[in-house]
């Protein structure tokens, strides 16, 4: 129990990075902002591909019904953070940002026989962006305008996830998770024109409610060394009973005086239902390839929207605001050896690739879709008394693009490190 929490210890003190955004994107303006990539370590060498896996020695928290194949003898946590370069393009104007992001702590370890359990923490999305525009209101350029836009934070969540086998080869598991954040954004109307009032725009968002996703999955054994897994997942769609509110502040430049109006709309906020199946095909356990789709049934939801219809404001909920998305992922893992004293036969190869469409409607546009690639390593820690710890590096280019608007590339390193100590081995002393 020491060591549970110790580890449960080590979560409580990433709860301030969560506070940190990982994204410069101008998109994270829109809706929750961008949506985060929930995968660990080896999921993301594999570009996030997981539904269908079942590793002993990793935490695939992607299904809960994998934790049912967690080892007897070892308790495991696994933590892990990225760092970013991308680079913004429109109408021939580029411009790079970098950033850094704590990505999750999750922990796991065996309560009975082909029963487990694992908790941790994550972030749901990210909300990051600094950026201005300008110009002039008349022809003769007298008089211009700037406009500047704001916004932080972000939702997160903790979880508490079990994984059962009830039946041979057959598991279900669930993640039970509290989610909560702030997202805060703003846009500012300034004019060199005194006579003009500059106009303000804040909104604000905050939300504390809970997450529900299931998990399935029902493994083929075939031949004398092979194995087919098939996965699915479910997340709950439900109300969030969030508020979000608008505040318009108007300033007169020349008396100082300032005029406001809030809108508010109660209980606007709500989770789409999320559907995800996939396969996993192991062959000796060396070779390991996949397939995942997922589908967020995000059109069905709705999102307050500040508006302005014959001369009269109000802040109201659009339901045409969000589209569906799908995402398709492939990928694999190749092992030589993954129980040789070798180190070089113990290292994992893994490669990755992902689509997705977008989920935002933008000004009456598509918003923006991905493509994504990853290549990585699981790089075992070999010592006296451990040989099961893994390193998992990889390196992810992920191109976000639509015609009308901003276009995105990113090359982001992700570091796992998995600490799989025999903390429940019983020594015996002669």
């Known amino acids: 129990m020491k060591k549970i929490t110790i580890a449960i210890l080590m979560m409580v003190t990433t709860l301030t990075a969560t506070a940190q955004s990982g994204t410069n994107s101008p998109y994270s303006q829109y809706g929750f902002g961008v949506l985060s990539d929930q995968t660990s370590g080896f999921n993301r060498g594999m570009n996030g591909l997981g539904i269908g896996f079942r590793e002993g020695n990793q935490i695939n928290f992607i299904n809960p019904a994998s934790y049912s194949s967690m080892d007897s003898l ?70 211009g305008y700037v406009n500047t836009y704001f916004g932080s934070g972000g939702l997160h969540q903790v979880f508490l996830g079990l994984g059962l086998e009830p039946l041979k080869n057959i598991s279900i598991g669930v993640n039970a998770s509290y989610l909560w954040g702030d997202c805060n954004r703003s846009i500012i109307n300034s004019y060199t024109d005194v006579y003009i009032n500059s106009l303000s725009k804040f909104y604000s968002v905050n939300v504390k409610s809970y997450r529900l996703d299931f998990g399935l999955q029902y493994s083929i054994p075939f031949g004398k060394s092979n194995s087919l897994t098939i996965g699915a997942t479910y997340g709950l769609g439900h109300n969030l009973n969030a508020d979000a509110e608008c505040k318009i502040l108007s300033t007169n430049k020349q008396t100082g005086v300032k005029d406001s109006t809030v809108f508010a709309v109660n209980n606007g906020l709500s989770l789409p239902h999320f559907i995800g199946a996939g396969f996993m095909y192991n062959h000796k356990n060396k070779i390991k390839l996949g397939v995942d789709y997922s589908l967020q049934k995000w059109a069905s939801t709705s999102f307050p ?39 070089f036969n113990r290292l994992a190869y893994r490669l990755g690739a992902s689509y997705s469409t977008p989920y935002l409607n933008i000004n009456g546009y598509d918003g923006p879709k991905e493509f994504s690639v990853s290549a990585g390593f699981g790089i075992p820690i070999m010592n006296s008394y451990n040989n099961k710890s893994v390193l998992n590096i990889s390196a992810q280019w992920v191109r976000i693009d639509t015609n009308k608007f901003i276009t995105e590339n990113t090359f982001r390193i992700n570091i796992g490190l998995t600490f799989n100590e025999r903390w429940f081995m019983k020594w015996k002393v002669e």
Not at 102 to 126: C, D, T
């Open 305 to 343: 929207v500040y508006t302005e219809i014959g001369g009269k404001a109000g802040y109201i909920l659009n339901d045409k605001y969000f589209k569906d998305r799908h995402k398709v992922t492939v990928g694999g893992e190749y092992c030589p050896s993954a129980f040789s004293r070798k180190f």
């Open 74 to 143: 070892t308790f495991i946590f696994d933590a892990g953070v990225s760092g970013q370069l991308t680079n913004f393009s429109e109408n021939g104007v580029k411009k790079n940002a970098n950033n850094a992001n704590f990505e999750y702590a999750v922990a796991a370890f065996r309560l009975v026989k082909h029963f487990g359990l694992s908790f941790g923490i994550l972030p749901f999305s990210n909300v990051g962006y600094n950026y201005a525009s300008s110009g002039y209101i008349n022809n003769d350029r007298t008089s």
